[in-house]
DNA sequence: TCTCCGGACGAAACAAACTTGCAAAACAGA
DNA sequence: TCTGTTTTGCAAGTTTGTTTCGTCCGGAGA
């Protein structure tokens, strides 16, 4: 379904704080609430909203060390490719895996307490794995930015 | 300030569905819905919930297209540094930056509707900024796994 | 051991937000 | 223009969040 001018205003407010009440959605994008909690209603039916979640600092809970990691693999296959989009998916550290074009094959990233723990899983899911050619660690100094939200245009 | 066993089991709930009601939560954990809510604000105000939103599907923005970058930079003095910080953060195209060490010094996350709006961002951070030495692009293809969250553990 | 004190809890009362039913307005196609 | 469809706002009803208040538990000091 086709998102309008209201939606969009919708979305980019619930990205930045989706606790703000539909009064004063309502009020900034001058629509009853009510109207605004049946777009928002229809919007998580579609799958436009995704989920609805808390943003947790990583260092309050010691799990500080966020990891980019880049992985080359040797046989790209749609059955290994697959075999290994699951392996990535199903491991808690990894928050975010993608699989991309370029000098690598997948992109993660990782949130471990400790170092120990990162190597703990590159002997298990790199090393332990002969389908992984290479792979390559970035480690975060600084999270200049975190977000998963998307940018809204166009009201 | 220390989080119990209570506070953790909490996180791992909001960080799935932040409306979930307290009520409910409480049942979970063992709490009645106030002593919740009160956690919750105390945590809110420590910070270690940053924030509280709403995870949009880029496909349905029309923002479809989710690309990595290394950038390498030339001089990596804290000035330098910071300002390069700053242009990446004020960029809404840009999701995420952190600063890292390895073989790059910052990995980006861009969200844009076509490769057309990607290429401007290139010329626009990259080409125009005669500190960026080299930038390398991964286009992703499949977004496996996107989350934000901070595993949970120890309660 | 006893007492005091601070912190956290649960039950209940209260306030705020969400949800639904319904009639009217806005809109698109014939 | 007319009609059918969709969406809106209002108001009532329901759920959820918040505050209050009295109680309990655990530690510090006499």
Known sequence: MRLDAFDRKILAILQKD?????????????????????????????????????????????????????????????????AAKREFAAAPEIQQCYYVTGEADFILVVVVPAMADYEALTRRLFFGNNNVKRFRTFVAMDRVKVGLGVPVEGY
Chains 1, 2 share one sequence.
């Open 18 to 82: 989706n606790t703000t009440p539909q009064r004063t959605i309502g009020e900034a994008v001058n629509l009853s609430a009510p109207a605004v909690q049946r777009r928002i209603k229809r919007m998580t039916e579609e799958g436009v909203i995704r989920a609805n979640v808390a943003v947790v600092d990583p260092v309050a809970l010691g799990q500080s060390i966020t990891i980019f990691v880049e992985v080359e693999v040797i046989s790209e296959t749609a059955a290994q490719i697959e």
